[in-house]
T-cell receptor
Framework: DAGVIQSPRHEVTEMGQEVTLRCKPISGHDYLFWYRQTMMRGLELLIYFNNNVPIDDSGMPEDRFSAKMPNASFSTLKIQPSEPRDSAVYFC???????????FGSGTRLTVV | RKEVEQDPGPFNVPEGATVAFNCTYSNSASQSFFWYRQDCRKEPKLLMSVYSSGNEDGRFTAQLNRASQYISLLIRDSKLSDSATYLCVVNPRGGSQGNLIFGKGTKLSVKP
């Protein structure tokens, strides 16, 4: 298995632009998680899905953030409009069950200027 | 009290040293515990799960103290390649429910 695949690896965009981050989980994993990591706040859960259904989106900062999982092999995290404070590394992770631990993707390093 | 707390370090130790990290968690109902390792500018990777009876994997030993709500990681005979940030992770709900809560990590630097 290729692991969790995220794209793009790096994204630099101007404030106000729309940003779309993509994730392909490991085949057979029922759980998919989006995390954001910054030096100040560490790893923060944004949203997670179970069997393509959003279960907990309480970590989504505000309405500018949205996430979808149209099928078991693909998820997107969208920021519209983007702001400089959104600059962070965004990780996608997948798991059979949370108590089995997660496998993370390589992350997307987002810079909003 | 934060859900998962760790000493951020850095811990600077010489090669061959033994080093231990502790982590405390706030939810006494937490069921699953892990240590992850994160190298600079890389994704976190599962190092080991932590079981109630304690568990060992080569030079690494993890222990859980439910009464005091802390988890420990012991690294023996430190190698240069052990330099990384170690994240303490807790599943506050356990089983197939909920998500993992990550501590901010403890940075370890092993020097020659």
């Amino acid at each position: 298995d290729a692991g969790v695949i995220q794209s793009p690896r790096h994204e630099v965009t101007e404030m106000g632009q729309e940003v779309t981050l993509r994730c392909k989980p490991i085949s057979g994993h029922d759980y998919l998680f989006w995390y954001r990591q910054t030096m100040m706040r560490g790893l923060e859960l944004l949203i997670y899905f179970n069997n393509n259904v959003p279960i907990d989106d309480s970590g989504m900062p505000e309405d500018r953030f949205s996430a979808k999982m149209p099928n078991a092999s693909f998820s997107t995290l969208k920021i519209q409009p983007s702001e400089p404070r959104d600059s962070a590394v965004y990780f996608c992770a997948s798991s059979l069950k949370p108590n089995y631990g997660y496998t993370f993707g390589s992350g997307t390093r987002l810079t909003v200027v | 009290r934060k859900e998962v707390e760790q000493d951020p370090g850095p811990f600077n130790v010489p090669e061959g040293a033994t080093v231990a990290f502790n982590c405390t968690y706030s939810n006494s109902a937490s069921q699953s515990f892990f240590w992850y390792r994160q190298d600079c500018r890389k994704e976190p990777k599962l190092l080991m799960s932590v079981y109630s009876s304690g568990n060992e994997d080569g030079r690494f030993t993890a222990q859980l103290n439910r009464a005091s709500q802390y988890i420990s990681l012991l690294i023996r005979d430190s190698k240069l390649s052990d330099s990384a940030t170690y994240l303490c992770v807790v599943n506050p709900r356990g089983g197939s429910q909920g998500n993992l809560i990550f501590g901010k990590g403890t940075k370890l630097s092993v020097k020659p």
